[in-house]
């Protein structure tokens, strides 16, 4: 009998590319695939017939408990920026500890998409997961914590949109300072590691993995090297803070004018990263995934690739 598989905030883009792994696999896994809107409940009940799809309040312990019944293994995907993130996180570790001490219980492994150094109290979205690790580690359950860095994939989309530009040398609008550091994360990496560790579980019970596909790389640097594959020579301009928090505020939240409580989460961590970097090291990814890591021309190919296929 198949196992049930939890996954929240699974119209994102992280397990947006985790479930293709897992939803082929019927006879091994079911999927509860938990979204927040009415409109990613249709769309995934649509691209995924197979699977139950549960729209939940993960403020609401009774929903929680609905979205851990009867199941062997949550991946737990916290969503970002909302100010009682931490509260939502410890309420599903609450009711995976109900559903564990069940007669009878499946439920064996608790994973939890994390963020890279958690100890950066600086950065709203760092500091609430903190304490949701510190939770998870000092329950009753088997638990692992993936630690992703800042995603290449978050502006490579209108990176690759300048390979069409008229201009021999387009501009490309950073939202950060092109000048800072930054150990890079893929989804696709992520996305394949995480499965590997729902899949085998046991061998990675209690570890926390640091999933970077990069050594530390200017932004700019970054940038150049997607220009590289595209064949541009992109310039680039830096956007100025309050118009960049506007712009992320518009796209979490569908509107720049939120109260402060929402929008000083993106904002802090935008100061930070136009002051300091996110920095880390890609051996636990290419150990994990046994290949090298993603880097941010090859996503470029990649993706490309995959246009031209489409077309």
């Keep these: 009998m198949s196992e049930l598989i939890v996954l929240t905030c699974a119209s994102g883009k992280q397990c947006s590319q985790i479930i293709p792994f897992l939803y082929p696999q019927s006879s091994l896994f079911k999927l509860r695939l938990v979204v927040h809107s009415p409109s990613s409940l249709a769309r995934l009940q649509e691209q995924y017939p197979d699977a139950e799809v549960l729209q939940a309040n993960l403020g609401d312990p009774h929903d929680c408990a609905k979205i851990t019944n009867g199941a ?173 928090v506007d712009m992320y505020a518009k796209v979490i939240f569908g509107d720049a004018n939120v109260d402060l409580p929402l929008k000083e989460g993106p904002a802090r961590m935008l100061l930070y990263y136009n002051g300091r970097g996110l920095l880390g090291n890609p051996r636990t990814t290419e150990w994990l995934l046994n290949r090298p890591s993603t880097s941010p021309a090859d996503l470029a190919r990649i993706l490309l690739g995959a246009g031209e296929k489409q077309a």
């Design 72 to 244: 062997s293994v949550v991946y737990y995907v916290s969503p970002t920026f909302q100010p009682l993130e931490t509260q939502f996180g410890i309420n599903v570790i609450d009711a995976a500890v109900k559903e564990s001490t069940k007669p009878g219980s499946k439920f064996v492994h608790f994973i939890f998409s994390s963020v890279i150094h958690t100890h950066i109290r600086k950065m709203l979205n760092h500091d609430r997961k903190r304490y949701i690790e510190e939770y998870l580690c000092e329950s009753p359950l088997s638990w692992t914590v993936m630690q992703p860095s800042h995603f290449m994939d978050n502006t490579i989309g209108r990176l690759l949109k300048l390979k069409d530009s008229p201009e021999p040398e387009p501009i490309f609008v950073a939202p950060q300072n092109p000048d800072i550091a930054f150990s890079f994360s893929c989804v696709r990496d992520f996305a394949e590691a995480s499965a590997l560790v729902i899949q085998e579980r046991s061998k990675h019970f209690y570890a926390t993995y640091q999933l970077v596909s990069t050594w530390p790389i200017k932004y700019s640097d970054y940038i150049k090297a997607v220009g590289d594959a595209i064949g541009k020579s992109i310039k680039i301009k830096w956007a100025p803070y309050e118009e960049t």
